[in-house]
């Protein structure tokens, strides 16, 4: 997950977060808000389906990481950095590799029309150092649903099933990488059980943020 420390291919972060309205006065989630609404939906009342990814998923789930990805982060960085990240984590290549790839089980939230509206990933093989000594380690990686959502709980229940995943697995402790000025996905993942334990850096082309690490015992 962290390019400087060489654990994975690609940086990536949680997305739950409060916008910033056009950078002014939406809500900005990293996990699952954009700023855009529907006129009129009940996400609560709408029933959706958490299953492994296909191949048929690519488009959507490139689709939906770079758009909310974007939303979320876009104002924080050159449009050169996002759109060298974007292209480097959310395109359909990057997208099919990470489905292919054995240290990487991705899944997804699918509507009664089995249209992808969420996903989230549980990475192998990714550490940071402030988690040296941490018995059986495994990665919480790109928690994102779709703007069209909120409120439906789905967040929540792709947490859920990673952390299931990760049990099934035999690891012990789950951990996660969130932005510093990110508060209101602080707050959730404090809510879930999960402690901050160190930090890293995240870099976007030029663009070097802080991430807090967080991890949780299962």
């Known amino acids: 997950m962290y390019l400087a420390k060489q654990v994975s291919k690609f940086q990536s972060r949680q997305v739950l977060q409060v916008l910033r309205p056009n950078i002014l006065s939406y809500p900005q989630f990293r996990l699952n ?3 855009t609404m529907p ?7 709408r029933e959706f389906t958490i299953r492994t990814a296909k191949s048929k998923d690519v488009e959507a789930i490139a689709s939906l ?3 909310v990805f974007a939303a979320s982060f876009g ?3 050159s449009s050169a950095d996002l759109e060298a990240y974007l292209k480097s ?3 359909n290549t990057a997208v099919t590799a990470d489905i292919s790839n054995p240290n990487i089980d991705t899944i997804v939230a699918t509507d009664s029309h089995d249209h992808v509206v ?6 192998r093989s990714t550490t940071e150092p402030c988690l040296a000594g941490v018995e059986k380690t495994v990665e919480l990686q790109r928690l994102y649903v779709s703007e069209d959502c909120h409120g439906a709980g789905i967040g929540k229940k792709l947490a859920n099933r990673v952390e299931e995943m990760a049990r099934e697995q035999g690891f012990v402790t789950i951990w996660l990488g969130v932005w510093e000025e990110n508060f209101k996905a602080q707050k959730v993942y404090k809510k879930l059980g999960y402690v901050k334990v160190g930090e890293h850096d995240f870099k976007m082309g030029d663009c070097v943020q802080t991430d807090w690490i967080m991890s949780k015992k299962l």
């Open 33 to 35: 808000y954009s700023t």
């Open 118 to 123: 969420g996903f989230s990933q549980l990475t």
């Open 89 to 91: 984590a959310y395109s």
């Open 65 to 67: 990481g770079s758009r």
């Open 75 to 77: 104002y924080s960085l």
């Open 39 to 45: 006129e009129s939906t009940s996400p609560v009342r």
